[in-house]
């Protein structure tokens, strides 16, 4: 029976973000996407996803989603036989950052839904375009995921970003066959990061998509799914 994948999805994300992988693997595994919703730090959302997850499993987290899944891997490392990685940061948060996460919180906290429109729009998507053709394809689905998100989980999320444990010294234990992938355009999380990433696991395989920012699997699909593919059945 093949190993079930779970996936985790990045902040303001739903399983929208998975869909080709989703569509892509769903035939010959079983395939989950990991729900961390009404928690408030990034260990509360390892434990929860956790607790829904197989004995064991494939995982894949995409930026906050790989964030939550080096935690998982610290609380349960026995059931993790593949770890993927894809446009991430193993970083805690820098003290500058934090300051903007809570000054975000805020904006969102008084203006609702409508300035957290405002903050997927003007400070989120010029982060994950890199060409305007992709940034007016991509956009409506980022913004559709946001408002499904929604506010209040959008302050849990930030909260929990902002406290964020430094994961840099868990990259060291992890045995288990790994996949480190990022897109070149990816200014959230860049490539230098993933190279740095990719050396510190023992069994890290390294792939860098070329026409793809921090949104891989939306970017580009075939070629993630072909990475996940090849990682799957190594």
């Given amino acids: 029976m093949p190993l079930p994948l779970l996936l985790v999805p990045g902040s303001l994300c739903t399983d929208m973000l998975f869909q080709a992988q989703i569509s892509a693997f769903k035939g010959d595994r079983e395939v989950l996407v990991g729900d961390f919703s009404n928690c408030h730090s990034i260990e509360a959302m390892a434990t929860k996803v956790l607790s829904e997850a197989p004995a064991e499993f494939a995982l894949a987290g995409l930026s906050m989603g790989g964030i939550v899944a080096f935690e998982m891997f610290r609380q349960a490392p026995e059931r993790i036989e593949r770890i993927a990685l894809l446009g991430t940061n193993p970083r805690g948060e820098l003290p500058e950052h934090v300051a903007v996460r809570h000054q975000q919180i805020n904006n969102i906290a008084q203006g609702g839904v ?69 897109g070149v355009h990816d200014a959230q999380c860049n490539e230098k990061l993933h190279r740095d990433m990719a050396l510190e696991i023992k069994h890290a395989e390294l792939e860098i998509i070329e026409e793809a920012g921090h949104l891989s699997t939306l970017d580009a699909p075939e070629q993630v799914n072909k990475a996940l593919e090849n990682w799957l059945n190594s």
């Avoid at 957290?116 to 989120?124: A, E, I, W």
């Avoid at 060409?131 to 959008?154: H, I, R």
């Avoid at 430094?166 to 234990?173: A, G």
Wanted: aromatic residues 8%.
């Fill in 114 to 182: 409508e300035s957290l429109k405002t903050l997927v729009s003007q400070q989120l998507m010029p982060k994950y375009a890199f060409k305007s053709e992709q940034l007016l394809q991509l956009e409506p689905l980022v913004m559709e995921m946001a408002l499904d998100v929604g506010t209040d989980e959008f302050i849990n999320q930030w909260r929990a970003l902002a406290s964020r444990t430094d994961s840099w010294s868990t990259l060291k234990d992890i045995h288990c066959p790994a996949l480190i992938l990022c």
